[in-house]
């Protein structure tokens, strides 16, 4: 399983981007995703989550600007993050849960800043 982050960048504060996370392999459909971030000198963090049957969860800090979907027909699962504050500034990464194991992905860094 492997799987390829994409969509990050440079965006001043207010503006949006939308993260994408190509999975390769068969298991897409029926398992559970999440989107994490680390920024500098901190932990890593879970901010969105959605299961095989498309609940979603997110993290109180990102309620309201971050929306989590999954489209398993592309094997894609995306993270569309709207009014970006310099606090979301880190490396974003997306995660696939299945059977009691995690897969990563390497990260893609968002930076905020005007």
């Known amino acids: 399983v492997q799987l390829q982050a994409s969509g990050g960048g440079l965006v001043q504060p207010g503006g949006s981007l939308r993260l994408s996370c190509v999975v390769s392999g068969s298991i897409f459909g029926i398992s559970d995703l999440g989107w994490f971030r680390q920024a500098p000198g901190k932990q890593r963090e879970l901010v969105a989550h959605i299961t095989r049957g498309g609940t979603t969860m997110y993290a109180d800090s990102v309620k309201g600007r971050f929306t989590i979907s999954r489209d398993n027909a592309k094997n894609t699962v995306y993270l569309q993050i709207n009014s970006l504050k310099p606090e979301d500034t880190a490396v974003y990464y997306c995660?696939?849960?299945?059977?009691?194991?995690?897969?990563w992905g390497k990260g893609t860094q968002v930076t905020v800043s005007s």
């Open positions: 995660k696939l849960d299945i059977r009691g194991y995690g897969y």
